[in-house]
């Protein structure tokens, strides 16, 4: 009995910070717990917030980057020369380096864009719209800074994409061709091309393999995938005009155009006129950066943001007149 009444009397005056966790204060446990709950929430959202702020940040220094080249091809029409704009811009990108305000995680797409404008004299392939070519590379810069959604991206797109082919692939085996100018593709898939790569694809020279006949209306529906060889015949609804170096007309609502280059390589092609009857064969083309052309006129039917369709046959390459 004594040694029963000591044990309890031990246990009763014994301090609880020596007791069992088990037998501590559940409230002080969950308090404990949401505090540390709470301060790793924090702790998160401040990363969340961080990385945000240097995404912002990357976009808006692109952003600026693009500004600057841009004055470079204020007259890209001109055609003022691929040994121009390769001057032209790399000066530029040493007036933005030298203010020292660029995020040092964007010094490799600075180090590419110079190599790619020291290289820009070597792209005989361009030279007749040697500026349009120009334009394309700040279009890249803006076009990433516009859909990018993480700093990651921005990086990986500018790596993989900031690049010009050293001559057309087309000019090359058919392997390197499809590498960089895939045939048959869905529309969904060509939009996230991007800016370099499908306005080089208004400038390729081979043919396609095959043609498919079809009409105007069909292109205009979208039943076909883009850059596939296509025949359509019709009536020229639209007297030919140039723009943007190119030679162009309709045939109902789809706008046709003939690259210089391709009129250079074929000079007897025929220039069409406002109502002839003519059969036209070429590459289907849907021209995603409309707004950002020379010829977007915003109340143009045809080339204004009344357009009816940006389906086009891009570069036409037969243009035959018929009875």
Sequence with gaps: MAKRFIILLVSFLLPSTILPASSQDPETSLSRAQGSARKASEESREARLERHRDFERLVKDLRY????????????????????????????????????????????????????????????????????????????????????????????????????????????????????????????????????????????????????????????????????????????GRTSFVVDLDTTFDIGDVHIEMTPEWRLRHPGILKPKTGQRIRVRGWSYYDVFHKFEAEYDPDDKVLGRRRKTLWEIHPVQDVELLP
């Design 65 to 236: 980057i693009s500004e600057e080249l841009d004055r470079e091809v204020l007259d890209y029409e001109v055609n003022r020369g691929l040994d121009a704009y390769s001057r032209g811009g790399l000066s530029r990108l040493k007036y933005v380096r030298e203010r020292g305000s660029i995020d040092a995680q964007l010094s490799p797409v600075l180090d590419g864009l110079e190599a790619l404008y020291r290289d820009l004299p070597k792209k005989e392939y361009a030279r007749e719209y040697s500026g349009s070519l120009a334009r394309s590379i700040t279009h890249e810069l803006r076009w990433v800074a516009d859909t990018a959604k993480t700093k990651e991206e921005i990086l990986l797109s500018l790596r993989n994409d900031l690049v010009l082919p050293e001559t057309m692939p087309e000019d090359a085996d058919e392997a390197s061709a499809l590498a960089f100018f895939p045939v048959d593709v869905p529309l969904a898939k060509f939009k996230k091309l991007g800016p370099i790569r499908i306005f080089l694809m208004k400038h390729r020279i081979a043919r396609p393999k095959s043609h498919i006949k079809t009409a105007w209306e069909d292109i205009k529906a979208g039943k076909h995938n883009v850059q596939i060889g296509v025949e359509i015949e019709g009536v020229v």
